[in-house]
């Protein structure tokens, strides 16, 4: 956990910080951490893990463990988004599956496993509900520094 990274993000997301994405996870490498686990949504998620793939190219030390909420997540893409989640899951150095079935707490477990095995988030947050939200505030809840990518300055963690 001491150097652990996790990923939390909106589906949304289209690359729109990732330059910022691959300095920071950079950056977090050059401080020690080597583990970094993507709850493979699509979005952030998942481009937080291609990026974490690509550093993993130079160096070898890099892991990425994808966290997955229940057994048959892999169903829910399809096409190119289907292709992308494939290939990260087969060059991911370890995959954890948080639940066999698909419950209404799945992506929850999935959120609190990656909170609580991590000591540092970096997060795509634009102040929206939702899994993104809930990640953030039970990161703040543990003391756990997050790292917000989202461009806005006036987002105010405090006021989750």
């Not at 998620?45 to 890099?62: G, T």
């Not at 756990?144 to 461009?151: G, Q, R, S, T």
């Amino acid at each position: 956990r001491a150097h652990t990274v996790a990923f939390t993000g909106h589906r949304s997301y289209s690359d729109e910080a990732k330059s910022e994405l691959e300095i920071t996870i950079k950056s977090l490498y050059d401080r020690g951490f080597r583990q970094f686990m993507s709850g493979m949504a699509a979005g952030f998620d998942m481009s937080a893990a291609e990026a974490v793939l690509s550093l993993k190219q130079r160096c070898a030390d890099v892991r990425l463990v994808a966290v997955v909420p229940f057994t048959d997540h892999a169903k829910r893409f399809s096409g190119e988004l289907k292709e992308q989640y494939d290939a990260i899951i087969a060059s991911s150095d370890e995959v954890v599956v948080v639940s066999d079935d698909y419950s209404a707490w799945c992506y929850h477990l999935r959120n609190d496993f990656l909170v609580d095995k991590s000591s540092y988030v970096v997060a795509y947050y634009d102040g929206s509900n939702g899994g993104t939200r809930y990640t953030v505030k039970r990161a703040h809840s543990k003391h756990i520094p997050v790292e917000n990518l989202y461009p806005d300055p006036q987002l105010n963690f405090f006021k989750l």
